[in-house]
């Protein structure tokens, strides 16, 4: 898995919100697994 099932979810619903014209650009932060196991 490269990214938090969360993460993913919050990022298709501001996705969702640029493709219908209400925010003029598209911005996310997301974590991602570092070789560690650990969430960065």
Do not use: C, I
Request: overall charge negative.
């Amino acid at each position: 898995m490269l990214s938090r099932p969360e993460d993913t979810l919050q990022a298709g619903k501001v996705l969702e919100l640029h493709f219908a014209g209400e925010t003029e650009t598209y911005e996310l932060e997301s974590r991602m697994p570092h070789k560690d196991g650990n969430w960065v």
